[in-house]
Every structure is written in C-alpha cells, then in structure tokens.
C-alpha cells in the first residue's frame, strides 16, 4: 500500500511592522529672563517715552514680544559703551542675572576710536558669549549695516567709516562662525537704510528703527526655540515723536559735543585713508 502525501504550500503574509509614531515635534520654551548688553542703541536712545520717561528702545520691545515680565528684564547698557565695556562691566551683572536669552548691541562707538582693534573686538566678544553659554544663555549679537549710506560724511571719511565697519563686521562674523551662534545682520533688515528708521541725529533708530530691530531679534528668538507670544509690531505706539525744538536741543547739547570729540578721536585714521586713496590715484 502506498501512501501518497501531498503537501500543499501555502503563503503567509509576515505581520506588517507598525507604524512608528511620528516624533513630538519640540515645543518652543518660555523664556522668562532677558538682558540687554551694549551702547546707546542697546539703551534706547530714539524712541523716547512720554512725559521724559527716558528711553523705551529695542529691550522692552522684544522683552514683550516674549512676554517677560519687569522683574526678568536686565539692561546694564550704557552710552558709549566699547565691547570691552560690556565684557568688564556689563557682563558680571548679565550672569548674575542668567538670562534665557542676551542681546548684544555694541560695537559702533569702536569704529571711531583711535585704538580699534579687530582682534581685541573678537576676543572681548567670545568671552561673553561663552560665558553667558556657560550659565545657558542664548546669546544673539548684531553685525552692523555700513552707518556711511545713513550719516552723510565727505568722500574720504565716507570710505574710513566704511573700511572701519567692514573690520568689525569681519571680527563679528568670525566669532558668529566659530562659536555657532546666530546673529542679526542689520544691513539685511528689509528697510534698513530708509531714513524713517532713524532719529534725527542718524547715529541711533526712531521709534520705527527700534521696532524692526526688536522684530529682527524675536524672529532669531522663535528661531532658537522660544515662544514669542506676542509678535513685534511696526505701528509705531507708545512712544513720543520729537519735535523741531527737541531735535535741535538734543543736537546743540548732545548730538554736536559727541560728533565733536568722535571726530577729532576718528580723524588720524581717516586721514590715513585719504592718503591712500591719493597715492592710489596718482598711481
């Protein structure tokens, strides 16, 4: 007797692999500490509040945008602060505080000043940005727009100025790279150079001027993960609109002593260029 089997071969379908679940996407964080480094722009200078309340400017400003409250919000800025300045007297009240984040508004007053150097600049700037790092600030610094298409000056001192600010740009930009952070380039800023962006002197932002540089720096804010609960507006609100008097007093008793003693410190060095831009010429 011969038994015959058949085997029959069936296909099995492997159970299929779930699906994983798609990651959480990373909430933004609340930042709930700020602090304002830097020179007169960083004070505020430009967007004066009502009744001589002093000076509104770009940190409270961006400090609403992120919805910090008075007691988070740190500015040691002071008028002609150097880098050097903010990194020795600036910077030990800006750890103490810890800030979530740190704007770095400095730079400009170097540009005019007889001892500018590019590599003191980079090293002053890399101490604070690794110091506040350290205390987990998130630090964003601006690199400059070329002041020279805002205050008219001659020919010569036009290209000294403009030299100079390439300088400091440069020292900006290397520590930017190196230290991988991100930073607010102001001669990017849609509307930079129209003439409504700055006061009457045309060394610091109106009130409008402030408001793009507060939008620019919560947008790097959103950028790095933070919540900006209140977007930056450009309808200018809040602040005083200087008169002629106002504009003419504050150049006689301000604007003109600075321009002054800036001048005579800026001039060597502009000299320097001047010359060289003559042997250029002659060949």
């Not at 609340?30 to 020179?39: N, S």
């Not at 704007?103 to 003191?120: I, Q, S």
Request: proline share 8%; net charge neutral; with cysteine.
């Amino acid at each position: 007797m011969v038994l015959v089997v058949t085997v029959i071969s069936v296909g099995v379908t492997p159970p299929a692999k779930p699906t994983p679940a798609p990651s959480p996407k990373t909430q933004p964080r609340r930042a709930t500490r700020l602090a304002v480094l830097g020179d007169s722009t960083a004070v505020g200078l430009g967007d004066p509040l009502p009744n001589r309340g002093g000076w509104r400017g770009v940190g409270p400003l961006v400090a609403e945008a992120l919805g910090i409250t008075e007691d988070g919000y740190l500015n040691p800025s002071f008028t002609g602060a150097r880098m050097s300045c903010v990194r020795t007297d600036q910077l030990p009240q800006t750890i103490a505080h810890r800030p979530d984040i740190a704007l770095v508004v400095v730079g400009m007053n170097d540009t005019l000043r007889p001892d500018f150097n590019a590599d003191a600049i980079a090293a002053d700037l890399t101490a604070i940005v690794r110091e506040l790092a350290a205390v987990g600030t998130t630090v964003l610094p601006v690199r400059f727009h070329d002041h020279s298409k805002v205050f008219r000056l001659p020919p010569s001192l036009k290209r000294a100025l403009s030299a100079r600010v390439t300088e400091l740009n440069e020292a900006i930009d290397r520590v930017v790279e190196t230290e991988g952070i991100a930073c607010l380039n102001l001669d990017t800023l849609p509307g930079a150079y129209d003439l409504t962006v700055w006061s009457v002197d045309r060394l610091h932002p109106s009130e409008l001027g402030h408001r793009m540089l507060a939008e620019g720096f919560a947008n790097l804010a959103a950028a790095a993960g933070f919540e900006v609960p209140q977007p930056v507006s450009l309808t200018c609100s809040g602040g005083v609109e200087p008169s002629a008097a106002a504009h003419f007093g504050w150049l006689v008793a301000k604007g003109v002593p600075w321009l002054w003693r800036r001048g005579w410190e800026f001039l060597p060095y502009a000299a320097v260029i001047m010359w060289r831009s003559f042997r250029e010429r002659v060949g």
